[in-house]
């Protein structure tokens, strides 16, 4: 018998407090597509590769019953980080949308294998970052 094995990671999750603020900031200054909506969460299309996954703080302690089945409860506090893989060939582009839209970027790193990170935060205090390849072996 095989091993089973991890294919990926395919949702990253944040918690807010507010949701539609939240929401403006992923829209407008990432361009994410929301792909699902509703009182609690927003799901994003992060470039076909992943989902980001925005929960309103608190909205999700009880289970979730759905026509698919059963969501057991979850919530998280604090700031989290997360970090979205960009082409080298970006960095400087998403250095100056930051910029034009006020978001202060907090850190920069240059990583012994080649990636460079910016590190800015989201309305709730998230440390986001943005890698280039070279960041980690494979990436």
């Not at 539609?20 to 994410?32: D, M």
């Not at 597509?33 to 996954?53: C, P, S």
């Not at 909205?59 to 979850?74: D, E, F, K, M, N």
Request: hydrophobic share 40%.
């Amino acid at each position: 018998m095989t091993e089973p094995k991890l294919d990926g990671i395919l949702e990253t999750v944040l918690y807010v407090e507010d949701l539609a603020r939240a929401c403006a900031f992923y829209e407008t200054i990432l361009r994410l597509r929301v792909i699902h909506a509703d009182q609690r969460m927003r799901a994003f299309d992060v470039n076909g590769r992943g989902t980001l996954l925005l929960f309103v703080r608190g909205a999700s302690l009880q289970p979730v019953q759905t026509p698919a089945g059963t969501i057991p409860p979850h919530d998280g506090e604090g700031p989290v980080h997360i970090a979205f893989s960009i082409a080298e060939a970006e960095l400087g582009a998403w250095r100056l949308r930051l910029s034009q839209h006020g978001v202060a970027i907090e850190g920069e790193a240059s990583w012994p294998r080649g990636g460079r990170s910016l590190y800015f935060r989201d309305p709730d205090a998230h440390l986001l970052e943005l890698a280039t390849p070279g960041l980690w072996p494979g990436y």
